[in-house]
Structure formats: structure tokens, C-alpha cells
């Protein structure tokens, strides 16, 4: 696998069939948009119906529902034989503005569902068809809050955080097996999640980038593709950064 293949196949999606949620928007849509350019059969997935429009192949897919999760999966196997990649993008940030005291438990709960359950879901069905190929790329994409923690938002820390966690170990099960499993830790990004973040959080994030700027969408896709395409193959378990310098960890 490493030295075997041309550094084009390295890169390139051609005869590749790559999952990916979130895809209606932000980073999902960037990070479909890009490997569809290198070739890749994506599978766009969301809850957001509309924002999938235009897409050539997608379900609607709420991925804290976990029987519609498996039930996806084995469609989309079914139907394309193959699973190369899965990039998980779906997630929403929750409460904000919180004492963690204060935040409801079904609010908290549903963060976690969505942000942790989910990922954890999409990993246990594609996993199967991965080992059955014997390759696979999963790419999750957690959050600097994962690492750093961001006060008035324990969900949305506690959701990156365990989902961090847990591709450290679930790695280490598949690591002879062709398959890595690694996440991504970006700080702010100019998407569509930010609208509704309280003032204070977004400049208390803001003035800890280094870079002085947020990061837009396509540099994010990149760093994904990487991790989603053939070159990735001697890393996993790992969090890469994409934090303008917040993280140098
Ligand atoms: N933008 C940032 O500043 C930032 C920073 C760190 C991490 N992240 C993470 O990046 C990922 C992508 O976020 P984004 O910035 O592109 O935001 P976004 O709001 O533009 O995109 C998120 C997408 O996830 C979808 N989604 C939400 N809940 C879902 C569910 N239950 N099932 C299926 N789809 C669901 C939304 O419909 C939306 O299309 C998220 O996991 C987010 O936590 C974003």
C-alpha cells in the first residue's frame, strides 16, 4: 500500500465510494465538493434534506437515530458494493451560553446523541464492510473543544472529547487491518454553525487563534481528504489540528 502506488492514486478518489455526513453544509459540503473533484462517488448524508439537493447520490439521515444509521449503511453497501471512506461532519455545537449547572438534561443528552452516539453508530456499520475489504478510512471530525474544553459549553466538550477517545482506541483494534481511524480537531471555522453561538464565546474563541482569522471551509476539506484518501496509511488513532495555531498538540 505505501510504496506500491503512484503518488496520483495516493490522492485520487477514482473508483472510491466515500461517505460522508453533514455534506448539506460547512465543512461536509466543502469536504464533498473536494473529493468529488478527485474523482470520488460521494455519498452525501444530512438531516437537512434541502442542502443535499444536487448532490448525485444522498439520503436524508438524522444520525442520533440509530436503527436509520445501520439501515443507511447497509443501503448504500447494498447498492455500491463498497465503503472506502466514511467522513463524519454531522454535529451541532448545543447550549452556548450555559453554566453547565443550568443546561436541561434532555438539551445536554441530545448533544451527545448527535455528536458521540452518531459517530460511534456510523463506525460499528461501516467497520464490517472496511475489515470485509480489508481498507477503510474514517475521518471524525471533533473539535479543539475536545482538547481544550470551552467554558459554557460542557455538551458540545464532553461529545469531541469522548469521540476523541474513542478513535484513539478503536485505531488500535483495526491497525493491521488496512483500515485508520483518526480525528480532526478544527478551532473556528466560517460555517453556518457559528450563526447562533453567543457573542462572547465566538470572540473568546477567536482571539485564541494565533493565525488572527477563522478558517475557511476549504482548508478544512483538505486535511480531510487527506485523511480519507490511500496516503493516509501510517496514520491513526491520531487528532489532527486545524486550529490556525490555538493547538500546537
Ligand atoms: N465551524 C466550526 O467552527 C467548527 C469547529 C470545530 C468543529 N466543528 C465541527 O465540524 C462539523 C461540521 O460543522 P460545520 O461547521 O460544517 O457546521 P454546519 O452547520 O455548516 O454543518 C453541519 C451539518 O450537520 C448536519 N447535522 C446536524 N445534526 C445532524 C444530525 N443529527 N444528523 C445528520 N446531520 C446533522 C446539519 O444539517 C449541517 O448540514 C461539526 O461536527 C462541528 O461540530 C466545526
Known amino acids: 500500500m505505501t510504496t506500491q502506488i503512484s503518488s496520483f ?12 455526513t453533514g455534506a448539506a453544509s460547512g465543512i461536509g459540503k466543502a469536504a464533498a465538493q473536494l473529493i468529488a473533484s478527485r474523482g470520488g462517488t460521494v455519498i452525501a448524508l444530512d438531516l437537512n434534506k434541502d442542502g443535499l439537493a444536487g448532490s448525485d447520490y444522498s439520503y436524508q439521515l438524522d444520525i442520533s437515530d440509530q436503527a436509520a444509521v445501520f439501515k443507511v449503511i447497509a443501503d448504500i453497501q447494498s447498492k455500491h458494493k463498497r465503503i472506502d ?33 452518531g459517530a460511534i453508530w456510523l463506525t460499528q456499520a461501516v467497520l464490517p464492510i472496511m475489515k470485509s475489504q480489508k481498507y477503510g478510512r ?32 478503536v485505531a488500535k483494534e483495526v491497525a493491521t487491518l488496512g483500515i485508520t481511524v483518526n480525528a480532526l480537531a478544527p478551532a473556528v471555522i466560517k460555517t453556518p454553525i457559528n450563526e447562533n453561538t453567543s457573542q462572547e464565546l465566538l470572540d ?9 482569522r477563522l478558517g475557511e471551509t476549504d482548508e478544512v476539506a483538505e486535511i480531510l481528504a487527506f485523511m480519507a484518501s490511500k496516503a493516509c496509511s501510517f496514520t491513526t488513532g491520531f487528532t489532527f489540528d486545524i486550529s490556525g495555531g490555538r493547538a500546537t498538540y
Open 204 to 212: 473568546y474563541m477567536t482571539a485564541r487563534i494565533p493565525a488572527g
Open 138 to 169: 474514517i475521518a471524525q471530525v471533533a473539535s479543539i473543544a475536545g482538547k481544550e474544553g470551552n467554558p459554557k459549553m460542557s455538551p458540545y466538550n464532553t461529545s469531541k472529547s469522548g469521540l476523541i477517545g474513542f478513535v484513539k482506541g
Open 85 to 117: 471512506a466514511l467522513i463524519n461532519c454531522a454535529g451541532y455545537p448545543g447550549p452556548t451560553s450555559e453554566f453547565v449547572e443550568n443546561i436541561k438534561w434532555p438539551d445536554f443528552e441530545k448533544v451527545i446523541a448527535v455528536n458521540l452516539y
Open 9 to 20: 492514486e495516493r490522492n485520487s478518489f477514482e473508483n472510491q465510494v466515500i461517505v460522508i
